[in-house]
């Protein structure tokens, strides 16, 4: 066992981890980040981001996680590439079991994120960044004026739908059923609009195309035929995962497996934070999981503060 004691240990590298360890770096706290073995978050997947501020002329998603890292340890911040496989939140200093070790922290900020759920074809892999995305407000803005299809039947579907139509010549919604399972309301208003088609009873069997997706092929589930459609992108919209397994009995989760938080970034465990989408399955931008890493470095550098304060009165 490592027998330093940091005064913040983040889990997790994506926008909301290393800001939080650039601002707790600059508050002067020793503090380590357990980056995860594939480092950087969602954002390794990304190719061009067109809307993280400061970059007129967009930045590749690696390299821009790559700068945040360099900023983060030249801040001083200590950076490692293992997994949290488990937590032990019910001792002070916290434990935390990465690799063969064990890192002792006074306050811990999780910020694992989410992954989103994904078909499972190795075409749809090969082409992610290249026209598969599972991020229509991320990837959308590429697509004006073409036509692109969104796998999925639930709000997250309808939502991304919605937000295509606005933008894309034509919508196709394949879902593997005949009844959607999003709110009412969305459904209307997807019915409703006119460049929005549904394909109904269909799975993608592959993702067309060797360097940019240039179509689907689509499995009618009812009658087994299959069909091509010619789309320039396919947003996949089947949900997603908070990395969150490990925490479980350790701090309070809600029924989807997302960390509850109350006043702001702290979890039910005192001195214990959360910040971006491991917790905020609503907004999932890199630019509000920045936001949220900086709240939670700010609360945890506030219950130090008040930990040595208790400490220095009795
Ligand atoms: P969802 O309601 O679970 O819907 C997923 C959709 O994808 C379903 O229509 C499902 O089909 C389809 N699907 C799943 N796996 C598939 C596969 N392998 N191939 C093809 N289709 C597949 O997820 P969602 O749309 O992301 O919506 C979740 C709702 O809950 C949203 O309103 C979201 O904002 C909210 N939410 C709440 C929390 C929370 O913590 N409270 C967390 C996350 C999301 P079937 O309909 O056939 O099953």
Known sequence: MGNQIYDVIVIGSGPAGLTAAIYAARADLKILVIAGVEAGGQLMLTTEVEDFPGFPNSVQGPKLMGEMRKQAENLGAEIINENVTKVDFKVRPFKLFAGEKVYLGKSVIIATGANAKWLGLESEKRLIGKGVSACAVCDGPFFKGKSVAVVGGGDSALREALFLAKLAKAVSVIHRRDKLRA?????????????????????????LGKERVEGVLIKDLKTNKTSNLAVDALFIAIGHKPNTEFLKGQL???????????????TSVPGVFAAGDAHDWRYQQAVTAAGAGCMAAMDAQDWLEGETAKRAKT
């Open 183 to 207: 709110f009412p309301i969305l459904q209307q208003r997807a019915f409703a609009t006119k460049n929005i088609k549904f394909i109904w009873n269909s799975e993608v069997e592959e993702v």
């Open 252 to 266: 309070e989760l809600n029924e989807r497996n997302y960390i509850v938080l109350k006043n702001h970034s702290e």
